[in-house]
Nanobody, 120 residues
Framework: QVRLVESGGGLVQAGGSLRLSCAASGSIFRINAEGWYRQAPGKQRELVAGFTTGGATNYADSVKGRFTISRDNAKKAVYLLMNSLKPEDTAVYYC??????????????WGQGTQVTVSS
């Protein structure tokens, strides 16, 4: 069974930094299009940063220049470095990826989420 597990969330003051990690485990044949999403109370889940299936990166306008997504294919991990954090970045952050198990078609998987709270 494929699992995505996030870590690295926490409480930080405005202007600070956090690094989120997402590790994939299970019978993974291929993993692609990893991304980070967030959901603040009362708001819809939104894409923060992600890799396209072609390997390019894209970012929400609100985080461009502050957040950086990266991945380690050997470790089946994806990271989100968040700098210059603002109170409006407060949300639960979720990892998502397209995963193919044993050569089967790709399916979308979500992690359980990690809370990021930025105090002013």
């Amino acid at each position: 069974q494929v699992r995505l597990v996030e870590s690295g969330g926490g409480l930080v003051q405005a202007g600070g930094s956090l690094r989120l990690s997402c590790a994939a485990s299970g019978s993974i044949f291929r993993i692609n299009a990893e991304g980070w999403y967030r959901q603040a109370p009362g708001k819809q889940r939104e894409l923060v940063a992600g890799f396209t299936t072609g390997g390019a990166t894209n970012y929400a306008d609100s985080v461009k220049g502050r957040f950086t997504i990266s991945r380690d294919n050997a470790k089946k991990a994806v990271y989100l470095l968040m700098n210059s954090l603002k109170p409006e970045d407060t949300a639960v952050y979720y990892c998502n990826a397209l995963v193919s198990e044993a050569g089967l078609s790709f399916r979308s998987y979500w992690g359980q989420g990690t809370q990021v709270t930025v105090s002013s």
